[in-house]
């Protein structure tokens, strides 16, 4: 069975602070994992994801996680917030072991940019 | 954009009505996906598909059908619709193993 948890159902930063979003996965075979997008009345876009090979991946919109196998974790990064960051981000992980390779996500985070 | 649209974008219906949502896609995806999204559960698999006429069932199931007829058509039915199937419905396609979904813009369903 897999499972991600998402820490922080909302997450507030300030304008070109920072963005930290923590992913930690339960997997019991090596995880694809990724990271979503949703903005308001929209579907969920792609930001980046994880296969194999190279730890730390980079996205669109300057995003960028890295996989740490360790610690089970899959933590989204963005060194500086802008305005129309705020979105609602969801990770998910699969496996080519999983039927269908179904993807399981977690709860969501809310990211709030403050001016 | 992976071709997907889904129809309708919003309806309202009564509890014990039946209802059909639709999943077209134009890029002849193998595999396709239906969710529903809650606040705070993030997306939860309803059925999937994995060829024409090949389905299953996924973590919430109960009270849902599928048919895939067509590679480009996946139909989400709703026999009796109840007030707790009040939510956003998403389908997404994908093709080899490891590559990701995409996702369309999604059916806001209200059960009155």
């Known amino acids: 069975a897999q499972s991600v948890t998402q820490l922080g159902s909302h997450v507030s930063v300030s304008e070109g602070a920072l963005v930290l979003l923590r992913c930690n996965y339960s997997?019991?075979?090596?995880?694809?994992l990724f990271w979503y997008v949703q903005y308001p009345n929209q579907g969920l876009q792609l930001l980046l994801k994880?296969?194999?090979?190279?730890?730390l991946v980079k996205g669109i919109n300057g995003f960028e996680a890295e996989f740490k196998k360790s610690e089970t974790s899959f933590h989204l990064t963005k060194p500086s917030a802008h305005m129309s960051d705020a979105a609602e981000y969801f990770c998910?992980?699969?496996?080519?072991?999983?039927?269908?390779?179904?993807?399981?996500f977690g709860g969501g985070t809310r990211v709030l940019v403050k001016p | 954009d992976a071709g997907i649209t889904q129809s309708p974008r919003h309806k309202v219906t009564e509890t014990g009505t039946p209802v059909t949502l639709r999943c077209h896609q134009t890029e002849n995806h193998r595999y396709m996906y239906w969710y529903r999204q809650d606040p705070g559960h993030g997306l939860r698999l309803i059925h999937y598909s994995y060829g024409v006429k090949d389905t299953d069932k996924g973590e919430v199931s109960d009270g849902y059908s599928v048919s895939r007829s067509k590679t480009e058509d996946f139909l989400l039915t709703l026999e009796s619709a109840t007030s707790s199937q009040t939510s956003v419905y998403f389908c997404?396609?994908?093709?080899?193993?490891?590559?990701?979904?995409?996702f369309g813009d999604g059916t806001r369903l209200s059960i009155l």
């Open positions: 994880y296969t194999t090979g190279a730890t």
């Open positions: 997997s019991s075979v090596p995880p694809y």
């Open positions: 998910a992980v699969t496996s080519t072991k999983a039927a269908g390779n179904k993807l399981t």
């Open positions: 997404a396609v994908r093709d080899r193993g490891g590559q990701p979904q995409h």
